[in-house]
Protein backbone atom coordinates (compact mmCIF):
# COMPACT_ATOMS: atom_id res chain seq x y z
CA UNK A 1 0.00 0.00 0.00
CA UNK A 2 1.18 3.23 -1.01
CA UNK A 3 2.23 5.19 1.85
CA UNK A 4 0.29 8.63 2.43
CA UNK A 5 1.67 11.98 1.68
CA UNK A 6 2.88 14.28 4.54
CA UNK A 7 1.05 17.70 4.25
CA UNK A 8 2.69 21.29 4.62
CA UNK A 9 0.51 22.71 7.31
CA UNK A 10 -0.12 26.46 7.77
CA UNK A 11 -1.94 27.14 11.16
CA UNK A 12 -3.66 30.31 11.95
CA UNK A 13 -7.34 32.25 12.05
CA UNK A 14 -7.11 33.37 8.36
CA UNK A 15 -10.35 34.99 8.56
CA UNK A 16 -9.63 37.50 5.80
CA UNK A 17 -6.96 35.76 3.91
CA UNK A 18 -5.38 39.01 4.02
CA UNK A 19 -1.76 39.55 2.88
CA UNK A 20 -0.21 38.75 6.71
CA UNK A 21 -2.46 35.14 5.67
CA UNK A 22 -1.17 35.07 2.32
CA UNK A 23 2.49 34.94 3.65
CA UNK A 24 2.04 31.76 5.79
CA UNK A 25 -0.07 30.02 2.78
CA UNK A 26 2.72 30.52 0.45
CA UNK A 27 5.39 29.56 2.93
CA UNK A 28 2.96 26.02 2.91
CA UNK A 29 2.59 25.88 -0.84
CA UNK A 30 5.98 26.31 -1.19
CA UNK A 31 6.55 22.88 0.17
CA UNK A 32 4.73 21.53 -2.64
CA UNK A 33 8.19 20.77 -4.70
CA UNK A 34 9.43 18.79 -1.63
CA UNK A 35 6.15 16.34 -2.58
CA UNK A 36 4.32 17.44 0.34
CA UNK A 37 0.57 18.37 0.03
CA UNK A 38 -0.22 22.02 0.97
CA UNK A 39 -3.09 21.98 3.93
CA UNK A 40 -4.32 25.01 5.46
CA UNK A 41 -6.46 24.42 8.93
CA UNK A 42 -9.50 26.72 9.41
CA UNK A 43 -12.20 26.61 12.28
CA UNK A 44 -15.77 26.01 12.27
CA UNK A 45 -16.02 29.49 13.25
CA UNK A 46 -14.32 32.07 14.52
CA UNK A 47 -12.38 31.00 18.06
CA UNK A 48 -13.44 34.27 19.79
CA UNK A 49 -17.52 33.48 19.53
CA UNK A 50 -17.03 30.15 21.40
CA UNK A 51 -14.37 32.21 23.99
CA UNK A 52 -16.56 35.15 24.10
CA UNK A 53 -19.67 34.86 22.65
CA UNK A 54 -19.10 37.32 19.76
CA UNK A 55 -17.23 36.93 16.50
CA UNK A 56 -15.43 39.96 15.31
CA UNK A 57 -16.84 40.83 11.82
CA UNK A 58 -16.25 38.45 9.16
CA UNK A 59 -14.27 39.63 5.75
CA UNK A 60 -14.72 37.13 3.87
CA UNK A 61 -17.69 34.92 3.18
CA UNK A 62 -16.26 31.15 3.76
CA UNK A 63 -17.25 29.54 0.44
CA UNK A 64 -15.34 32.74 -1.30
CA UNK A 65 -12.30 31.94 1.56
CA UNK A 66 -12.26 28.25 0.36
CA UNK A 67 -12.67 29.14 -3.14
CA UNK A 68 -9.49 31.16 -3.18
CA UNK A 69 -7.35 28.77 -0.97
CA UNK A 70 -8.31 26.31 -3.55
CA UNK A 71 -7.52 28.46 -6.30
CA UNK A 72 -4.23 29.30 -5.11
CA UNK A 73 -3.17 25.01 -4.85
CA UNK A 74 -4.19 24.37 -1.27
CA UNK A 75 -6.31 22.11 0.33
CA UNK A 76 -7.76 22.69 3.52
CA UNK A 77 -9.24 21.06 6.26
CA UNK A 78 -12.08 22.48 8.78
CA UNK A 79 -11.77 21.45 12.63
CA UNK A 80 -14.35 22.50 14.88
CA UNK A 81 -12.60 25.04 17.40
CA UNK A 82 -14.89 24.14 20.26
CA UNK A 83 -14.18 20.32 20.43
CA UNK A 84 -10.44 21.16 20.58
CA UNK A 85 -10.57 24.84 22.99
CA UNK A 86 -9.25 23.47 25.96
CA UNK A 87 -6.36 20.61 24.37
CA UNK A 88 -3.13 21.16 25.77
CA UNK A 89 -0.64 22.94 23.40
CA UNK A 90 1.11 19.40 23.41
CA UNK A 91 -2.41 17.97 22.75
CA UNK A 92 -2.93 19.93 19.87
CA UNK A 93 0.37 19.22 18.25
CA UNK A 94 -0.26 15.58 18.76
CA UNK A 95 -3.69 14.90 18.19
CA UNK A 96 -4.76 17.56 15.21
CA UNK A 97 -1.78 18.64 13.83
CA UNK A 98 0.21 15.29 13.79
CA UNK A 99 -2.64 12.74 13.51
CA UNK A 100 -5.22 14.22 11.86
CA UNK A 101 -3.77 16.64 9.69
CA UNK A 102 -0.27 14.78 8.84
CA UNK A 103 2.03 16.79 8.82
CA UNK A 104 5.61 16.81 7.66
CA UNK A 105 6.16 20.82 7.86
CA UNK A 106 4.17 23.20 9.71
CA UNK A 107 3.97 26.97 9.54
CA UNK A 108 2.73 29.86 11.27
CA UNK A 109 2.88 33.62 11.71
CA UNK A 110 5.07 34.77 14.47
CA UNK A 111 1.97 35.78 16.85
CA UNK A 112 0.39 32.80 16.57
CA UNK A 113 -0.96 31.27 19.59
CA UNK A 114 -2.52 28.16 20.07
CA UNK A 115 -4.03 25.39 23.04
CA UNK A 116 -5.69 26.60 25.88
CA UNK A 117 -5.65 29.82 27.14
CA UNK A 118 -2.83 30.59 23.90
CA UNK A 119 -0.55 29.27 26.03
CA UNK A 120 1.37 27.84 23.13
CA UNK A 121 3.31 30.56 20.70
CA UNK A 122 5.95 30.17 17.62
CA UNK A 123 8.87 29.27 20.21
CA UNK A 124 6.77 26.06 21.54
CA UNK A 125 5.61 25.08 18.24
CA UNK A 126 9.12 25.10 16.67
CA UNK A 127 10.46 22.78 19.56
CA UNK A 128 6.97 20.46 19.28
CA UNK A 129 8.39 19.70 15.43
CA UNK A 130 11.41 19.44 16.54
CA UNK A 131 11.08 16.71 18.98
CA UNK A 132 8.72 14.88 16.58
CA UNK A 133 10.88 15.52 13.48
CA UNK A 134 8.48 18.12 11.73
CA UNK A 135 9.88 21.09 9.64
CA UNK A 136 9.21 24.61 10.91
CA UNK A 137 8.72 27.84 9.57
CA UNK A 138 7.65 30.73 11.75
CA UNK A 139 6.56 33.79 8.88
CA UNK A 140 7.25 37.54 10.28
CA UNK A 141 4.77 39.74 10.31
CA UNK A 142 3.98 41.36 7.17
CA UNK A 143 3.44 45.08 7.26
CA UNK A 144 2.02 48.11 5.52
CA UNK A 145 2.99 51.84 6.24
CA UNK A 146 5.67 50.80 8.94
CA UNK A 147 2.14 49.14 10.91
CA UNK A 148 1.20 45.43 10.80
CA UNK A 149 -1.33 44.20 8.38
CA UNK A 150 -4.08 42.51 10.69
CA UNK A 151 -7.92 41.65 10.29
CA UNK A 152 -8.78 44.52 12.97
CA UNK A 153 -6.92 47.36 10.83
CA UNK A 154 -8.74 46.08 7.66
CA UNK A 155 -12.52 45.97 9.51
CA UNK A 156 -11.72 49.51 10.68
CA UNK A 157 -10.98 50.59 7.01
CA UNK A 158 -13.77 48.81 5.30
CA UNK A 159 -16.42 50.40 7.93
CA UNK A 160 -14.86 54.17 7.62
CA UNK A 161 -15.25 53.59 3.90
CA UNK A 162 -11.41 53.06 3.07
CA UNK A 163 -12.04 50.41 0.51
CA UNK A 164 -8.75 51.63 -1.48
CA UNK A 165 -7.03 50.81 1.93
CA UNK A 166 -8.78 48.00 2.83
CA UNK A 167 -7.67 46.64 -0.87
CA UNK A 168 -4.25 46.89 -0.39
CA UNK A 169 -4.14 45.29 3.01
CA UNK A 170 -6.10 42.28 2.06
CA UNK A 171 -4.24 42.08 -1.27
CA UNK A 172 -7.52 41.22 -3.29
CA UNK A 173 -10.65 43.66 -4.18
CA UNK A 174 -13.26 43.67 -0.81
CA UNK A 175 -15.74 41.20 -1.90
CA UNK A 176 -19.53 39.68 -1.33
CA UNK A 177 -21.78 37.25 -2.83
CA UNK A 178 -25.35 37.26 -2.09
CA UNK A 179 -28.40 36.13 -3.89
CA UNK A 180 -30.25 38.65 -6.13
CA UNK A 181 -33.60 39.66 -4.61
CA UNK A 182 -36.04 41.80 -6.80
CA UNK A 183 -36.91 45.73 -5.77
CA UNK A 184 -38.61 48.13 -6.65
CA UNK A 185 -37.41 48.56 -9.92
CA UNK A 186 -37.20 52.44 -9.65
CA UNK A 187 -33.59 51.83 -11.25
CA UNK A 188 -34.72 50.24 -14.41
CA UNK A 189 -37.65 53.61 -14.88
CA UNK A 190 -34.18 55.13 -14.56
CA UNK A 191 -32.31 53.85 -17.27
CA UNK A 192 -30.21 51.95 -14.89
CA UNK A 193 -31.27 48.46 -13.83
CA UNK A 194 -30.29 47.27 -10.71
CA UNK A 195 -29.19 44.14 -8.27
CA UNK A 196 -30.31 44.05 -4.48
CA UNK A 197 -28.82 41.78 -2.53
CA UNK A 198 -28.62 41.44 1.45
CA UNK A 199 -25.67 41.06 3.48
CA UNK A 200 -25.39 38.35 5.77
CA UNK A 201 -25.52 38.80 9.28
CA UNK A 202 -22.17 39.05 11.12
CA UNK A 203 -20.27 40.13 7.94
CA UNK A 204 -18.33 43.37 7.55
CA UNK A 205 -20.39 45.90 6.52
CA UNK A 206 -18.56 48.74 4.00
CA UNK A 207 -19.90 52.40 5.24
CA UNK A 208 -23.22 53.67 3.77
CA UNK A 209 -22.41 55.18 0.13
CA UNK A 210 -21.92 54.77 -3.24
CA UNK A 211 -18.77 52.94 -4.47
CA UNK A 212 -17.45 51.69 -7.79
CA UNK A 213 -17.66 48.09 -8.56
CA UNK A 214 -17.02 45.28 -10.10
CA UNK A 215 -19.82 42.58 -10.70
CA UNK A 216 -19.52 38.90 -11.83
CA UNK A 217 -21.46 37.14 -13.94
CA UNK A 218 -20.86 33.71 -15.83
CA UNK A 219 -16.97 34.60 -14.61
CA UNK A 220 -16.98 37.62 -16.43
CA UNK A 221 -16.28 41.19 -15.06
CA UNK A 222 -18.95 44.14 -15.74
CA UNK A 223 -17.73 47.97 -14.22
CA UNK A 224 -20.84 48.31 -11.73
CA UNK A 225 -21.70 51.24 -9.39
CA UNK A 226 -23.27 49.93 -5.70
CA UNK A 227 -25.17 51.64 -3.29
CA UNK A 228 -24.76 50.42 0.17
CA UNK A 229 -27.67 52.00 2.32
CA UNK A 230 -30.84 52.82 2.84
CA UNK A 231 -31.49 54.96 -0.65
CA UNK A 232 -32.76 57.90 1.08
CA UNK A 233 -34.42 59.53 -2.09
CA UNK A 234 -36.99 57.47 -1.53
CA UNK A 235 -37.42 57.13 1.94
CA UNK A 236 -36.28 53.46 2.62
CA UNK A 237 -35.99 51.63 5.81
CA UNK A 238 -33.98 48.16 4.62
CA UNK A 239 -30.19 48.26 4.33
CA UNK A 240 -28.90 46.34 1.30
CA UNK A 241 -26.56 46.79 -1.72
CA UNK A 242 -27.66 48.05 -4.84
CA UNK A 243 -25.88 47.92 -8.06
CA UNK A 244 -25.78 48.91 -11.29
CA UNK A 245 -24.57 47.01 -13.70
CA UNK A 246 -22.84 49.07 -16.46
CA UNK A 247 -23.12 47.23 -19.97
CA UNK A 248 -25.45 44.69 -19.24
CA UNK A 249 -29.06 44.12 -19.58
CA UNK A 250 -30.78 40.85 -18.32
CA UNK A 251 -32.63 39.25 -15.52
CA UNK A 252 -30.43 38.44 -12.86
CA UNK A 253 -33.31 37.77 -10.06
CA UNK A 254 -32.34 34.22 -7.65
CA UNK A 255 -28.46 34.05 -9.00
CA UNK A 256 -25.64 34.27 -6.58
CA UNK A 257 -23.55 37.06 -7.41
CA UNK A 258 -20.24 38.32 -6.29
CA UNK A 259 -19.63 42.31 -6.34
CA UNK A 260 -16.59 44.01 -5.85
CA UNK A 261 -15.56 47.03 -3.84
CA UNK A 262 -13.27 49.23 -5.94
CA UNK A 263 -13.56 52.71 -4.46
CA UNK A 264 -15.95 55.24 -2.36
CA UNK A 265 -17.30 57.72 -4.82
CA UNK A 266 -19.68 59.51 -2.29
CA UNK A 267 -22.40 59.68 0.19
CA UNK A 268 -25.47 58.69 -0.02
CA UNK A 269 -27.41 61.70 -1.17
CA UNK A 270 -31.30 62.21 -1.26
CA UNK A 271 -32.22 64.23 -4.80
CA UNK A 272 -35.30 65.94 -5.10
CA UNK A 273 -36.49 64.41 -8.34
CA UNK A 274 -36.33 60.80 -10.48
CA UNK A 275 -34.72 63.38 -12.93
CA UNK A 276 -32.06 64.45 -10.56
CA UNK A 277 -31.10 61.10 -9.09
CA UNK A 278 -30.52 60.18 -12.99
CA UNK A 279 -28.42 62.42 -13.90
CA UNK A 280 -26.25 61.42 -10.49
CA UNK A 281 -26.21 58.32 -11.49
CA UNK A 282 -24.83 58.78 -14.89
CA UNK A 283 -22.03 60.70 -12.88
CA UNK A 284 -21.18 58.05 -10.96
CA UNK A 285 -21.49 55.74 -13.62
CA UNK A 286 -19.03 57.71 -15.23
CA UNK A 287 -16.26 57.67 -12.64
CA UNK A 288 -16.64 54.24 -12.24
CA UNK A 289 -15.59 53.55 -15.43
CA UNK A 290 -12.79 55.79 -14.75
CA UNK A 291 -12.13 53.56 -11.96
CA UNK A 292 -12.68 50.33 -13.87
CA UNK A 293 -9.99 51.08 -16.00
CA UNK A 294 -7.34 52.56 -13.96
CA UNK A 295 -7.54 49.48 -11.89
CA UNK A 296 -6.62 47.54 -14.90
CA UNK A 297 -3.49 49.25 -15.00
CA UNK A 298 -2.65 48.87 -11.20
CA UNK A 299 -1.75 46.01 -8.92
CA UNK A 300 -3.93 45.90 -5.69
Known sequence: MARKAKTALALGTFDGLHKGHKAVIA?????????????????????????????????????????????????TS????????????????????LKNLGA??????????????????????????????????????????????????IRKCIQSGNIREANRLLGY?????????????????????????????????PKAGVYASVTVIDGREYPSVTN?????????????????????DGNLYGQNLEVRLLDRIRDEIRFNSDEALSNRIQLDAAESRRIFRRRMRENV
Open 27 to 75: CALSQKERGLIPLVMLFDSHPLLTLSGKAPDCLLQDDLRIEALEKAGAK
Open 78 to 97: VISFSEIRNYTPEEFFEKIV
Open 104 to 153: GFVCCGENYTFGRFGAGNCATLEKLCKKHGVGFECVPIVKYRNSPVNSSR
Open 173 to 205: EFRYKSVVRSGFQRGRLLGAPTINQYFDGGFCI
Open 228 to 248: IGYRPTYENNDFRSETCIIGF
